[in-house]
């Protein structure tokens, strides 16, 4: 296997895996009640003021007019 066909497998893996999460993320919610699904919302805006960027990181986040819907779309 060459770099590039290492590289694409590990992007695949990756695609994969993500999906897999998704997929058993969204069956999760669409389990709960909508004040849950508000509730898990807030947890995960809250990992963002408990975390530790560094100056160069914090400022591209700040550059993103809606960051959410950014790292959504990454």
């Known amino acids: ?6 590289r694409q497998s590990l992007n695949q893996r ?7 999460e998704l997929s058993s993320f969204r069956e999760e919610m669409q389990a709960k009640t909508p004040q849950e699904i508000y509730d898990t919302a807030y947890q ?3 990992c963002f003021s ?3 960027y560094s100056p160069q990181a914090a ?5 993103s007019p809606n960051l959410l819907q950014d790292i959504y779309e990454e």
């Not at 400022?59 to 550059?63: I, Y």
Request: net charge positive; proline share 0%; hydrophobic share 40%.
């Open 1 to 6: 296997m060459n770099c590039q066909e290492y």
């Open 50 to 52: 408990n975390a530790d």
């Open 59 to 63: 400022k591209v986040l700040m550059k």
């Open 14 to 20: 990756l695609t994969d895996k993500v999906r897999r």
């Open 44 to 46: 995960i805006a809250d």
